[in-house]
């Protein structure tokens, strides 16, 4: 297989494995690029990105740029002469300048099976969403939001009470092998190019505080749906006793309508408890009080006192 030159782009975990992949691969990664070292944890001390901390242990060069799109950065990258620009979960939107820099293009990996949830946080939006398959898409990147022609991809399956978090950890293995399968392809010029149909595309929209935000008056499904699909990140939240309360792992007990108002306390239990939502019942096994650690939903009824009737706005 030929070796590329190769300018790879990325931040998050999410994006580790595919530069893990091509270092393997044994192409010349000419530099990695990622977002600057950031302030993290309590003490608010700066720290690199995972992708930072994988260049390192490759030892690799590393670019920090605050901004891509400056002139400087982009004659920078411009003198690498990269055949090939690769994006996986970078941060920044790339210009037209750099689209158009190198000679094979710029390849992006994007966590689902375009058009369906372009943008930001598809792997939260399919879980909420209650997707039962998704995927990964490898695309020519344009100066459109995850428009570019489709090169490759590959489904899995959703499972019925999979997190976000168990997804993520799927889906990035799979977007490294994709990745190099695609590369592969590049290299020996017989790269497939499918237009995306934007009749059938969705966004995946940033999330929000009112995202997370538990609504009683979905269905119980619908509520166990956001409650995965917010875990591990940035988490579901009701209120009790006026203070926030984050749900971090539900069972849809029953799809049934069943007498309690939406919000409702139905059952305490010694490991759980249930609440009655618009549509069935939720049965609440894992939370954590506002300021607290995470703990079972039997420790919360005994530390906090929640009782049958109560309502959790």
């Not at 994006?15 to 950031?38: F, G, S």
């Not at 690498?80 to 689209?99: K, M, T, Y």
């Not at 399919?126 to 695309?139: D, L």
Request: glycine share 8%.
């Amino acid at each position: 297989m030929n070796k590329l030159k190769i300018v790879y782009m990325g931040t998050p975990d999410f994006a580790v494995p595919c530069l893990d992949k091509l270092v393997q691969e044994a192409h010349e990664i000419l530099a990695v690029v990622t977002q600057p070292d950031r302030p993290k944890g309590r003490g608010r001390k700066l720290a690199p990105s995972p992708v930072k901390e994988a260049a390192i242990r490759h030892e690799l060069p590393v670019l920090q740029p605050e901004k891509i799109k400056t002139p400087e950065f982009v004659a920078e990258l411009k003198a690498l002469n990269p055949d090939i620009i690769i994006v996986v979960a970078f941060g920044q939107i790339l210009s037209s300048a750099i689209l158009e820099l190198p000679k094979l293009g710029c390849i992006n990996v994007h966590a689902s099976l375009l058009p369906a949830y372009r943008g930001a946080a598809p792997i939260h939006w399919a879980v909420i969403n209650g997707e039962q398959v998704t995927g990964v898409t490898t695309m020519y990147m344009d100066v459109g939001l995850d428009t570019g022609d489709m090169i490759l991809k590959e489904e899995i399956p959703i499972s019925a009470d999979q997190t976000t978090g168990e997804l993520y950890e799927q889906l990035n293995l799979l977007g490294a092998e994709l990745l190099a399968k695609t590369i592969e392809l590049i290299a020996t010029g017989e790269a497939p190019r499918t237009v995306q149909d934007n009749s059938q595309a969705s966004y995946a929209k940033l999330l929000t505080r009112e995202t997370e935000s538990i609504n009683w008056q979905a269905s119980a499904q619908q509520v166990h749906n956001l409650v995965r699909g917010l875990n591990p990140w940035p988490g579901a939240y009701c209120h009790h006793d006026g203070k926030n309360l984050k749900v971090w792992r539900t069972r849809v007990e029953s799809a049934q309508t069943v007498a309690g108002k939406p919000g409702q306390v139905v059952v305490v239990g010694e490991h759980s408890f249930k609440v009655a939502t618009v549509k069935g019942v939720v049965e609440i096994l894992e939370v954590q009080p506002e300021s607290k650690k995470r703990m079972s939903a039997g420790e919360y009824v005994r530390g906090y006192g929640l009782n049958v009737g109560e309502i959790l706005g």
